[in-house]
T-cell receptor
Framework: NAGVTQTPKFQVLKTGQSMTLQCAQDMNHEYMSWYRQDPGMGLRLIHYSVGAGITDQGEVPNGYNVSRSTTEDFPLRLLSAAPSQTSVYFC?????????????FGDGTRLSIL | GQQLNQSPQSMFIQEGEDVSMNCTSS?????WLWYKQEPGEGPVLLIALYKAGELTSNGRLTAQFGITRKDSFLNISASIPSDVGIYFC????????????FGQGTRLTINP
């Protein structure tokens, strides 16, 4: 079982370039989310989705777009990369509902913006 | 945006020692989670707590959900070298939406 798969693992961009980070899960989870991790700040929620066709903003959404056309995939788009978006990005998924099932994380994408 | 206050930020201990770390918040959470992260990997869930006062163990790990629902602690007994990593607490407030708020992490280093 692959779990949550993120691609690429590493990427270097120039300021102003666009980029899509891919996230796929094979657990039929309704809930998917994107976080960024910066030194000394833990993980911060960028965008999330509670199901196909439904997305919403998290704590730090500016500069990022998402879409959820299928249950399996939740890509994160940077339309015009900025140095402040240099970070490690994690995708997570879980089931939804009363039981509040914990989120499973991918291995991350390390992104550097020059 | 809100983050949980996690302490200590780092710990340097001898193998075999017990470890204790905690998280506090000014607001209430419905669920507390503890994750461990190793270099180059995503956070891996260690323990999930769903009820105030709940005390849960996972091997040498024990975590508690504070009675006030504003804090949680994680204890590791008899530490071993593979316990090295960064430990994160996370709180979840909204049922269904499952948005997590993370602590800043505790970096654990163990001297053999």
């Amino acid at each position: 079982n692959a779990g949550v798969t993120q691609t690429p693992k590493f990427q270097v961009l120039k300021t102003g370039q666009s980029m899509t980070l891919q996230c796929a899960q094979d657990m039929n989870h309704e809930y998917m989310s994107w976080y960024r991790q910066d030194p000394g700040m833990g993980l911060r929620l960028i965008h999330y989705s509670v199901g196909a066709g439904i997305t919403d903003q998290g704590e730090v959404p500016n500069g990022y777009n998402v879409s959820r056309s299928t249950t399996e995939d939740f890509p994160l788009r940077l339309l015009s990369a900025a140095p402040s978006q240099t970070s490690v990005y994690f995708c997570a998924s879980s089931t939804t509902g009363v039981s509040n099932q914990p989120q499973h994380f991918g291995d991350g994408t390390r992104l550097s913006i020059l | 945006g809100q983050q949980l206050n996690q302490s200590p930020q780092s710990m340097f201990i001898q193998e075999g020692e017990d470890v204790s770390m905690n998280c506090t918040s000014s607001s209430i959470f419905n669920t507390w989670l503890w994750y461990k992260q190793e270099p180059g990997e995503g956070p891996v869930l260690l323990i999930a707590l769903y009820k105030a006062g709940e005390l849960t163990s996972n091997g040498r790990l024990t975590a508690q959900f504070g009675i006030t629902r504003k804090d949680s602690f994680l204890n590791i007994s008899a530490s071993i070298p593979s316990d090295v990593g960064i430990y994160f607490c996370a709180g979840q407030r909204i049922q269904g939406a499952q948005k997590l708020v993370f602590g800043q992490g505790t970096r654990l280093t163990i001297n053999p």
